[in-house]
């Protein structure tokens, strides 16, 4: 039933390692293999392209966070662990937009997943908040912030760009940033 | 503030490494000391992590949409997509049109047929056919009463002189055919010819499940007649054929016409014609002739109440039942050989040559 790109499908074990290693490759190949079996998934049983985009790549960071925390053990194929995973997605996507009729068309063979889908979505829901403060906070305490705390910039290139007289006023600044930030998230419910 | 931010600093500082040793240690003792320090530290750290995997989320989203870009879904979702059968497809994809032209259609339909008053007429016509089929019934049950009741009926004509039927001569020399049922249970039967002679006969013969039975006329007053003016037409006669009887279902010779309609008899007796034509009850024995004068039944009255519908046995049935009289009760041997003169003549002509061998049947019985 479902339709693999036969060239490049990269072994379970060849996944593990090439995430943990950042791979793009691998990360590519991974996608583009398993992508056509839960557009399958998705498109006949009552979603559209976007929903399978979705829940995929909701799926595929689920597997990328297991993965890079070192917890993922694979006790399947990861082919069905994938699909275990967008399925338990899309029942509780469908349930939610009340289209789910009780009945689902599979394709592969799959597991239970509960627990994982649920640890992700507790994360999602901070991430979320995250997004939101940092939208709230303005420039150019975003860039500021963004640079320092994701991008791994020193405060001397932050300096640079931002046309601080000098690292200390640049650190003043990024602390109030941070302090607002902080209260931002928190405010959030 | 500033001094918020010096330990956010330092806690900065601690949590990158960036500290000489002695710092370290120092900072560690003040965090063993000071619960609140401890907490800020583990806040700080949770925290600015949040920001650095929401970071990496973001990336790791961008990433893959760079990768789902690179992917033609739309001829993948066409490859993968279940195709339900076209008939399916094609109400998914057109039924409002489909609904309204099968609207449209059956209010035009319905239009066309009450403004050429179509339903009207099919009502009327349904109408009919019941009324046809309950006069069916009616002449159904009439003719179960009749064949119940005709003992009864015989007991009610005990006064002399009640014809019964019809019957015809088979012979010149005084055999005369007529229907079984006339003369059933019959103490004596007479015959009466058209001049008004009646004559004593004797039932030599009867075959009931033909309904056939043959009379001998015993009356010593009785003149043999002259050559037969018809013969029997033995091969089958076919549809349409004009017929015509004559009988005495009164005093009076009555003509009866119509059509030869069926070639079974009643419920598809093959015995029997059928033949379109109002006869009365006193017809029943009477012959059934063609256009051209050859008898080709013997009507049998029992049926002509039903709708027009009158049946007459066949030609054959009545020959053979004329073989099969046994030979020891017979008097004289039964010529039926005619010769049809009536071919060429006009009906009223036909009539006349026809009506001396044509008897009323009388029956007498207690």
């Known amino acids: 039933m479902s339709k693999e790109l036969n060239s490049g499908v990269p072994t379970d074990s060849e996944v593990i390692l090439g995430i943990l290693n950042n791979s793009e490759n ?42 890079k925390t070192g917890d993922f053990e694979l006790s399947s194929k990861l082919k069905t662990y994938i699909y275990s995973i967008c399925r338990r997605l899309w029942l509780k996507r469908l349930t939610q937009m009340n289209r789910y009729g009780g009945d689902i068309k599979d394709f592969q063979e799959y597991l239970s997943v509960d627990d994982e889908t649920e640890k992700n979505n507790e994360r999602d829901i901070q991430f979320n908040k995250m997004g939101n403060a940092l939208q709230l906070l303005g420039e150019p305490c975003k860039t500021i912030i963004e640079d320092f705390y994701i991008n791994n910039r020193s405060m001397q290139e932050i300096c640079e760009n931002f046309g601080y007289t000098n690292a200390d006023n640049a650190k003043t600044q990024k602390y109030k940033c941070l302090q607002r930030l902080k209260k931002l998230f928190f405010q959030q419910k | 503030m500033s001094e918020n931010n010096q330990l956010t600093e330092t806690i900065e500082r601690y949590l990158n490494g960036e500290m000489t040793k002695t710092e370290r240690a120092q900072f560690e003792e003040l965090r063993a000391r000071d619960a609140d320090v401890n907490a800020k530290v583990a806040e700080h750290k949770h925290f600015t992590n949040l920001i650095k995997q929401y970071g990496e989320r973001l990336e790791l989203e961008q990433r893959l949409n760079a990768i789902h870009d690179e992917i033609d879904v739309h001829t993948l979702e066409d490859e993968l997509m279940i195709h339900p059968s076209w008939i399916v497809r094609m109400w998914r994809n057109h039924h409002s049109k489909i609904s309204v032209a ?245 009906r009223p002509q036909q009539i006349k040559k026809l009506e001396s061998y044509v008897f009323m049947v009388r029956v007498y019985n207690q």
């Open chain 2, 102 to 346: 099968a609207s449209i259609a059956i209010f035009a339909a319905l239009c066309t047929l009450f403004f050429t008053g179509y339903l009207s007429n099919k009502q009327a016509n349904y109408g009919r056919l019941v009324g046809e089929i309950d006069k069916l019934k009616t002449g159904q049950n009439k003719l179960q009463v009749t064949v119940n009741n005709l003992p009864l009926q015989h007991q009610a004509i005990t006064n002399p002189g009640n014809f019964r039927g019809t019957g015809f001569a088979i012979s010149s020399n005084g055999y005369i055919v007529t229907d079984n049922h006339v003369i059933h249970n019959a103490d004596s039967v007479y015959v009466q010819a058209a001049d008004g002679k009646s004559y004593r006969t004797k039932v030599i013969y009867t075959e009931p499940q033909n309904d056939i039975a043959i009379l001998e006329i015993t009356d010593p007053s009785f003149k043999p007649l002259g050559a037969l003016p018809y013969i029997f037409k033995k091969a089958e006669t076919d549809l349409g054929e004009g017929v015509f009887t004559i009988g005495y279902p009164k005093d009076n010779i009555v003509l009866g016409t119509g059509f030869l309609t069926s070639s079974t008899g009643y419920k598809g007796d093959t015995t029997q014609y059928q033949i379109s034509a109002l006869l009365d009850y006193g017809h029943s024995g009477g012959p059934l002739l063609d256009s051209k004068g050859n008898i080709i039944g013997i009507v049998n009255g029992k049926q002509t109440r039903v709708e027009g519908a009158a049946f007459a046995v066949k030609t054959s049935y009545l020959l053979k039942a004329i073989k099969d009289i046994p030979a020891d009760s017979l008097n004289k041997p039964i010529n039926t050989s005619g010769k049809n003169v009536m071919a060429g003549l006009t």
């Open chain 1, 26 to 67: 691998v990360l590519k190949r991974l996608y583009i293999a398993y992508f056509p079996m839960i557009l399958q998934l998705v498109i006949n049983n009552n979603g559209n392209a976007d929903d399978a985009k979705d829940i995929y790549q909701e799926a595929i960071i689920v597997l990328y966070n297991k993965v």
